[in-house]
């Protein structure tokens, strides 16, 4: 109730920092791997310090907190930071993910024809809610006849009507289609957040239409824990967006994000208990460096809201070519570039291998819902490479648990 409905995820960042007790932060330090013990349990993490000088930071548990996946697009209403690092972690510590190919993407991201990759400020569908509606470069109505809710649609039939209409190109117009609140009494009050993103690419929603398109927004999918965060790997923890807990299922409901990191922050530091440092041994990484830019532009054509078999397969064809670079200095763009690599590779096998289209999950040549696909999706990445598979029936109160 203290956001007024709008900036809820900033209040909740508030309140928890109002409240004390934080832990001990190391300013701009990347981490780069998780250490593993002989027999495969969590250890500490490795990580690279601003001078380039590598270290260790040993303990008895590691919880991954690092948000999303968004940066492996070339477009996103993530935050830079957002560049895949805790699942590529992971990932190279053994642990199964799953959901991968689920990635939501919001229809209303705040489009800047100064600035078409990046990060884009969000518009909220609040605004929507209030009885703005979206229009097409030539001014007709996107929503007419795509769904009975109109524009207030779930968000991946809104992303995908709004993507086949942007290639029709109506009045000249391929990139962005409009979002008209004009109509709404008070914009400036009512959606202060979105009224200064506006304005800063010189935009009055009270007069003008608000220039929109589809970002990746958020990752469904992630790895895998149950009820208490613990992943497959002993000792190792996962909330948040990097986790998959199964709540969000095929598409996320607007702001369950926020009560799922709440709810699974609490039980994991409930678990937690105080364990002996051991010695840990990082992973045999190769860090790789194939250009952030050529990979976004791909992900973004073809494992982004509509996918298809060969752009799927070109994907991981890009990806086994990309020559690895051991002897590279690492930086942190280095570090970064790799697990954006890494995880486009393992996204990209996840699409390929579910055979149909689910929640925000589009296959344009599989374009129906299968009932043999009713369940998660696993992934393990093993000797470079992305192993996927369908798990057996289970009961719904054991497909929470590992």
Not at 99 to 106: N, R, V
Not at 385 to 394: D, F, I, M, T
Request: charged share 15%; with cysteine; net charge neutral.
């Amino acid at each position: 109730s203290q956001a007024g409905g709008e900036p809820t995820g900033a209040e909740s960042q508030r309140a928890l920092l109002a409240a004390g007790r934080q832990p001990i932060t190391l300013e701009a330090h990347q981490a780069l791997d998780v250490l593993l013990t002989q027999s495969g349990s969590a250890a500490g993490i490795s990580v690279l310090a601003p001078d380039g000088a590598v270290g260790v930071i040993r303990a008895g548990s590691v919880v991954l907190a690092t948000g999303g996946s968004g940066q492996i697009f070339a477009a996103s209403t993530n935050p830079d930071i957002a560049t895949a690092d805790g699942l590529a972690m992971a990932l190279r510590a053994g642990a199964v993910a799953a959901d991968l190919e689920f990635i939501q993407f919001h229809p209303t991201a705040l489009f800047d024809p100064n600035a078409r990759t990046g990060r884009r400020p969000l518009v909220t569908e609040a605004v929507r809610g209030a009885g703005a509606r979206l229009l097409d470069g030539a001014g007709a109505a996107v929503m007419t006849g795509v769904h009975p809710l109109g524009d207030l649609a779930p968000r991946d039939v809104v992303s995908l009507a709004i993507s086949r209409r942007l290639r029709e190109n109506p009045g000249g117009i391929g990139d962005h289609v409009f979002l008209d609140a004009r109509g709404i009494g008070e914009f400036d009050r009512r959606f202060p957040t979105v009224t200064a993103s506006c304005r800063e690419v010189g935009v009055n929603p009270a007069v003008d239409l608000i220039p929109v398109s589809p970002a990746a927004h958020y990752h469904c999918g992630g790895v895998l824990t149950d009820i208490d965060g613990r992943t497959t790997v002993p000792g190792l923890f996962a909330i948040g967006e990097v986790a998959r807990t199964g709540l969000h299922g095929a598409n996320r409901l607007a702001s369950n994000s926020l009560l799922e990191g709440l709810v699974m922050g609490e039980r994991v530091a409930r678990v937690l208990r105080a364990q002996p440092a051991l010695i840990g041994r990082a992973p045999n990484t190769a860090w790789l460096r194939p250009g952030r830019t050529p990979l976004q532009g791909i992900m973004s054509r073809h494992a982004g809201i509509g996918r298809e078999a060969a752009g799927l397969a070109a994907i991981l064809s890009l990806a086994a070519q990309t020559p690895s670079a051991p002897g590279l200095q690492l930086s942190r763009d280095a570090a970064e570039t790799s697990n954006l690599a890494l995880v486009s590779q393992a996204i990209a096998a996840a699409a390929a291998y579910r055979t149909e289209s689910r929640g925000c999950h589009v296959r344009t040549d599989h374009p129906r819902i299968d009932v043999r696909w009713g369940r998660s999706s696993f992934l393990q990445w093993q000797d470079g490479s992305a192993r996927v598979w369908l798990p057996a029936p289970v009961t719904r109160l054991a497909q929470v648990a590992v």
